[in-house]
């Protein structure tokens, strides 16, 4: 089955203690972002891939870490997080051979105390 | 920069009624794609519906069609025979037909579908 997996669902921590969401996808894409949600802003992109090796800075890519080594995974990291990065963050894939719709991740919870 | 506006943080419908969400965007671009995602508790982004800017039809998924209105640079959604599972958080998002593939969202309309 195609999807974008997201790990984990669910966290809580407190500010300073570095953290990482993983992102990975099984269906060979080469372009791989990650969005945050927030209530009466939408979904804003952090960073984006390309490919591997090749990432960028989106929208709001402050305090925000990512890599790509591989094809398949794209993690986000937060160095020392800071209670103004607790959102509901969002992984997603596409191929760029055509304009095909991403597909998304679950979602990840992320609550900084 | 493109942006996305949706004017319409809440709305509610009587369950089998028709509805109709607004979206409005800004851009100077000729080529692009729209999209309406649905976002129900779970959480998931699920994709309703997409429009290609050069096609003059517009789109229709079942129960769902749009109005696209490319002069006006207005798409909006039209649920038709509503249902209980239409209850959901519906955005609008916008990418260009080439390039790096960024979606860009409004700020989403909350639809409640009432018994």
């Known amino acids: 089955e195609a999807q974008v997996t997201q790990n984990p669902r669910y966290l809580i921590t407190v500010t300073g203690k570095k953290l990482t969401v993983t992102c990975s996808q099984n269906?060979?894409?080469?372009?791989m972002s990650w969005y945050r949600q927030d209530p009466g802003l939408g979904l804003r992109q952090i960073y984006y891939?390309?490919?591997?090796?090749?990432?960028d800075k989106g929208d709001v890519p402050e305090g925000y870490k990512v890599s790509r080594k591989e094809k398949r995974n794209f993690p986000l990291i937060l160095e020392s997080p800071s209670p103004n990065q607790t959102s509901l963050y969002f992984c997603?894939?596409?191929?760029?051979?055509?304009?095909?719709?991403?597909?998304f991740g679950d979602g990840t919870r992320l609550s900084i105390l | 920069a493109q942006t996305v506006t949706q004017s319409q943080p809440e709305m509610s419908v009587q369950e089998a009624e028709t509805v109709t969400l607004s979206c409005t965007y800004d851009?100077?671009?000729?080529?692009?794609?729209l999209f309406w995602y649905k976002q129900p508790p779970s959480r998931q982004m699920i994709l309703v519906i997409r429009?290609?800017?050069?096609?003059?039809q517009n789109a229709t998924e079942n129960r769902f069609s749009v109005n696209f209105q490319k002069a006006a640079k207005s798409f909006s959604l039209k649920i038709s025979d509503s249902q209980l599972g239409d209850t959901a958080m519906y955005f609008c998002?916008?990418?260009?037909?080439?390039?790096?593939?960024?979606?860009?969202f409004g700020t989403g309309t909350r639809l409640t579908i009432i018994p």
């Open positions: 997603a894939s596409s191929t760029t051979v055509s304009n095909q719709p991403q597909h």
């Open positions: 269906m060979n894409h080469e372009y």
């Open positions: 891939s390309m490919n591997v090796e090749v990432t």
């Open positions: 851009t100077s671009e000729n080529n692009y794609y």
């Open positions: 429009q290609e800017a050069y096609k003059q």
């Open positions: 998002a916008f990418t260009y037909y080439f390039g790096n593939e960024k979606l860009t």
